[in-house]
């Protein structure tokens, strides 16, 4: 292997490293958080599956999205699958990106946290949403004449618990207010948008956003109204000062010049040259100039600079 390869290789692995040894006190503070916003997951699983044995199955209801967009058809409904997955995981993977690239303006933990928080606002008002109104659903597997479109009365408790994974989570029916889809999308577009640094990739994030929605409406997923509400009930649950006094605020904004100060010492750590440093060796400088390092990552204040 060439020499350049194992040098870089190194310095990846060391940053990694680096990088671990300063999440990880904050992940301890913030785990309870994270916890409850992975389990709220399954308890959000749960209620979908109590709609599907409530759904009663009936003539599609008129809606205006499905009169001006033609319908996919059951053959091309994997393309709206196609576009959440790619979204899901260039989200997952860029909240990562800090343990591998130079550029750090929050701390992955934190995000997270406040990710996950974010969804569990929006699941909850989903589930009082679907469990109180039920309506006949638009999906093909859930039309009138369909064995799938209902479930017999479970036999026992675990039937519920146990969700018939992988496939009752992927076709069920009667959760349609509001469309799941698109909280999980608008909760990472919105927060890319808060703390990404590409200007082209907000707009492309926002354009996918609206190639997504009418997908969704095209593929009869979901009713209009579904959709529209997600848009209104996510931007809610996302609302400015809600969520980060809660769980904190994971901006971590630099000027240029912190960020050439940053680079450099990581250069130097990275070359193995030793410098006396804490567990979190970067200043870092809001945009008001006043600097932010007091050697502790999970004591270091977090300026705030929203609009």
């Not at 996919?72 to 409904?77: D, K």
């Not at 989903?126 to 479930?151: D, I, K």
């Not at 600097?291 to 999970?298: A, H, V």
Request: a positive charge; hydrophobic letters at 45%; aromatic letters at 14%.
């Amino acid at each position: 292997m060439p020499t350049y390869i194992t040098r870089e290789v190194s310095k990846i692995w060391r940053r990694i490293v680096l990088e671990v040894s300063v999440e990880l006190p904050i992940l301890f503070e913030k785990w309870p958080y994270i916890l409850f916003g992975v389990i709220f997951q399954y308890i959000h699983g749960v209620g979908a599956r109590l709609a599907y044995y409530l759904h009663r199955p009936g003539p599609l209801l008129h809606d205006l999205g499905f009169e001006l967009l033609p319908e996919l058809g059951l053959e091309n409904a994997y393309i709206s699958e196609t576009v959440f997955a790619s979204v899901f995981v260039s989200f997952f993977l860029w909240t990562f990106h800090p343990f591998v690239f130079y550029s750090k303006r929050f701390y992955t933990a934190v995000l997270w946290s406040r990710v996950l928080v974010v969804l569990v606002v929006s699941q909850m008002l989903r589930v009082v949403s679907f469990m109180a109104t039920q309506l006949p659903g638009p999906n093909y597997h859930c039309r009138e004449g369909q064995p799938t479109a209902t479930l017999p009365p479970p036999r026992s408790i675990q039937e519920v618990l146990l969700l018939n994974f992988p496939h009752g989570v992927l076709y069920g029916c009667g959760d349609l207010i509001f469309s799941s889809h698109m909280i999980f999308a608008l909760t990472f577009c919105h927060t890319y948008c808060k703390y990404g640094t590409k200007i082209w990739m907000k707009r492309l994030a926002w354009l996918v956003m609206v190639v997504l929605s009418l997908l969704i409406i095209a593929s009869r997923k979901h009713y209009t109204v579904d959709v529209v509400i997600a848009w209104s009930a996510q931007s809610l649950a996302y609302a400015k000062e809600r969520v980060p006094t809660l769980v904190g605020q994971p901006l971590l904004p630099m000027n240029n010049r912190a960020a050439k100060d940053s680079r450099a010492k990581d250069e130097k750590l990275m070359n193995g040259n030793s410098e006396n440093h804490s567990s979190d060796w970067r200043q870092w400088m809001p945009l008001n100039g006043k600097p932010l390092d007091n050697g502790s990552p999970t004591a270091m204040q977090v300026v705030d600079n929203e609009n």
